[in-house]
């Protein structure tokens, strides 16, 4: 008897608890509903964009600001965007992410740049938005920048945090915006818009990614083969001045770090920064100028005095890295000393160490002169040191995994990206594949362009098609 009641006390126990669960979910619901009904509510009540944005709690303006554009004002606002530091844990902490939006119409579509760095605020309204006048987001990076949490842990710095991101953004902004979105980027901000565009393939209509690399590995030996004959044979004099000058400061490594570098606490710590640099030196050359055509080269190389260590340094800061070299009195030091402190200057060497990879140094020319750089295991080992001194509870540790899966759905699945690679750009050496279905990824090359071409190098008849898919997009 005893026995009954106990089971009958029991039942009634977990009917009043799971009717209590029931009633508190019902609950939660009517509360989401409620909340979403207050929002649409507010939209559509608030007819002036700012009064819009007012509607978000999640969203803070900073500053607004009217500038003239082709006759007619367009609103500047500067927001920022409260995001989960990690969006798998629903009690994560939070952090600011800046954006800039440059409200056009309503009526016009969205161009979204996710940015691979930090965007300062930045006001610039891209080329590509011109030849849409369309709204524009450009949105700055997790981590970069000021958008960055109090405590955070390096290991929430991937390409899958910052697609979230992206995707909190563009949930949020299509509420207000409910024209065809398209996203673009440059470079590192142009796979930020390729990674967003796998995770979330709906959030956008196409993409637009310019110079944008996929390094499968660290060290991507596809450059030094790219970087040996980039141009073809009609570039041979800048090869050959290059490969000459690199040659010249790694001979003298010792005198020119000891007199003129700067960064690094004793001279072998100078010569260290000053080999890694010389490893990138071509990749840089040819990366940030325009050298257009081989006419260039002796524009560049004609008048250089190889026994002046004074015009060698010249045509290195104009050229190739102005941070390197004690140039002027005052000067900060270099941004690439692998040996600072300060966590900002870590952030992309954490990524490309850790996920996205990066290209191999370039020294076949100098390999008999390097003390440090071509122990690719010794350099990487300095940065996972610094990694862990910076972040001790983080656990650096490099996976090709993400970018593996990238590149099979880029060659497999991938729907509505075009990709733009300047002719002379070393980055070119790694493009996106091809996707194999049919008229879904397009690639496009600049002749003469360098790491900045985007769709105003296209010739006519590839800015007419260029266009045209675009256009197709946002119908």
Avoid at 39 to 61: D, M, Q, S, W, Y
Avoid at 135 to 145: A, D, M, S, V
Avoid at 346 to 362: S, W
Wanted: glycine fraction near 6%.
């Amino acid at each position: 008897m005893i026995g009954i009641c106990k089971i009958r006390l029991m039942l009634l126990v977990f009917l009043y608890s799971s009717s209590a669960l029931v009633i508190a979910e019902i609950s939660q619901v009517s509360d989401i509903l409620k909340s979403r009904t207050d929002l649409e509510n507010c939209l559509k009540r608030k007819h002036k964009i700012v009064k819009k944005l007012a509607c978000f709690p999640e969203l803070k303006i900073v500053k607004i600001k009217h500038v003239s554009y082709f006759g007619k004002i367009k609103k500047i606002i500067l927001l920022t965007l409260k995001q989960p530091t990690d969006h798998g844990i629903s009690s994560s902490s939070s952090f600011h992410q800046r954006l800039t939006l440059h409200h056009v119409s309503f009526d016009r579509p969205m161009v979204f740049y996710p940015s691979g760095y930090s965007n300062n605020f930045s006001e610039k309204y891209f080329s590509l938005s011109e030849a849409l006048n369309s709204n524009q987001i450009h949105l700055e990076h997790r981590f970069y920048g000021e958008s960055v949490p109090s405590n955070w842990d390096w290991s929430l710095l991937n390409i899958e945090q910052a697609s979230r991101d992206s995707h909190e953004l563009v949930k949020i902004f299509k509420k207000i915006y409910k024209q065809k979105w398209v996203s673009s980027g440059n470079s590192k901000g142009g796979g930020a818009a390729i990674y967003h565009k796998y995770f979330y393939p709906n959030d956008v209509s196409g993409v637009v990614a310019n110079g944008s690399p996929l390094f499968l590995e660290r060290g991507d030996r596809q450059f030094n083969k790219f970087l040996k004959n980039i141009g073809g044979a009609s570039y041979a004099l800048c090869h050959d001045k290059l490969n000459l000058i690199q040659k010249i400061f790694a001979v003298n490594k010792r005198i020119i770090a000891a007199n003129f570098i700067i960064g690094g606490d004793s001279l072998e710590q100078k010569i260290l920064n000053l080999e890694l640099q010389l490893g990138y030196m071509h990749v840089r050359f040819w990366k940030n100028n325009h050298v257009g055509n081989p006419g260039s080269c002796d524009r560049i190389f004609g008048k250089i005095d190889y026994s002046s260590s004074e015009q060698l340094i010249a045509f290195y800061e104009k050229y190739i890295s102005p941070d390197l070299f004690l140039a002027k009195k005052g000067s900060e030091g270099t941004k690439h000393n692998v040996l600072k402190e300060d966590v900002k200057d870590y952030l992309y060497g954490y990524q490309v160490r850790t996920e996205r990879g990066y290209p191999a140094m370039f020294t076949e020319y100098i390999q008999k002169e390097l003390d440090y750089a071509n122990d690719s295991d010794f350099i990487n080992s300095l940065y996972l040191d610094a990694f862990k001194r910076l972040s001790p509870s983080t656990t650096a540790r490099y996976s090709s995994s993400s970018m593996q899966k990238i590149h099979f759905w880029a060659e497999n699945n991938a729907q509505n990206i075009i990709y733009i690679y300047g002719e002379l750009d070393p980055f070119s050496a790694s493009k996106f594949p091809k996707s194999k279905r049919l008229n879904s990824t397009y690639t496009f090359i600049v002749d003469g362009g360098n790491h900045g071409a985007n769709f105003l190098g296209l010739n006519t008849s590839q800015t007419n098609d260029f266009m045209k898919i675009v256009n197709t997009w946002l119908k």
